[in-house]
Antibody, heavy 120, light 107 residues
């Protein structure tokens, strides 16, 4: 059974870099059928797609975040990661990793999410 | 970016009611539209993809329709476990974007 699990610090200081990892079990990220994505949700607000990575390392990003975001894949560990630089309190959110089905383009499996708070 | 607008933002309904939520895209997205259910403190769960295809394991009381710019999610007979927030999402073009959500509450 496919499972995705986010991990990383729950607190970051303004101007620092936020780093999260998603560990995938029950399936390999080394597949042409899916992309692997990060999505976030500020408290009480809607969902925002951050970006997606293919197993080759090719990534797409939300232009609103692109200058500060890097998403990478580590096929040897069956993980993919998110880095957001120069964080501000506006980056406080629950961060989800998810699997993006490549042919019909939907997010069919999600991690449980991890809250990251940006505060000094 | 493609803007997704849901209506209503919230609604109150009773068990057994038929409920319809609308999602409008700011441009033609064909049928690249998904619906997700989210309960408090939980991750979203895929209900419908490609506008009208039911994800495996999702009860048949959920149905989706529409194409182009106007879409609907219908719950034919609301059950206690259906009280949640529902999100639509377009995957026609990046950046993928979500509606603001519709909260379905108990009347």
């Amino acid at each position: 059974q496919l499972q995705l699990q986010e991990s990383g610090p729950g607190l970051a200081k303004p101007s620092e870099t936020l780093s999260l990892t998603c560990t995938v079990s029950g399936d390999s990220i080394l597949t042409s059928a899916y992309y692997w994505a990060w999505i976030r949700q500020p408290p009480g607000k809607g969902l925002q797609w951050i970006g997606s990575v293919y197993y080759t390392g090719s990534a797409d990003y939300n232009p609103s975040l692109m200058s500060r975001v890097t998403i990478s894949a580590d096929t040897s560990k069956n993980q993919f990661s998110l880095k957001v630089t120069s964080v501000t309190p506006a980056d406080t959110a629950v961060y989800y990793c998810a699997r993006l089905h490549r042919s019909t383009w939907y997010f069919d499996h999600w991690g449980q999410g991890t809250l990251v708070t940006v505060s000094s | 970016d493609i803007q997704m607008t849901q209506s209503p933002s919230s609604l109150s309904a009773s068990v057994g009611d038929r409920v319809t939520i609308t999602c409008r895209a700011s441009q033609d997205i064909f049928t690249y539209l998904s619906w997700y259910q989210q309960k408090p403190g939980r991750a979203p769960k895929l209900l419908i993809y490609a506008a009208s295809s039911l994800q495996g394991g999702v009860p048949s009381r959920f149905s989706g329709g529409g194409s182009g710019t106007d879409f609907t999610l219908t719950i034919s007979s609301l059950q206690p476990e259906d009280f949640a927030t529902y999100h639509c999402e377009q995957s026609y073009r990046t950046p993928y974007t979500f509606g603001q959500g519709t909260k379905v509450e108990i009347q």
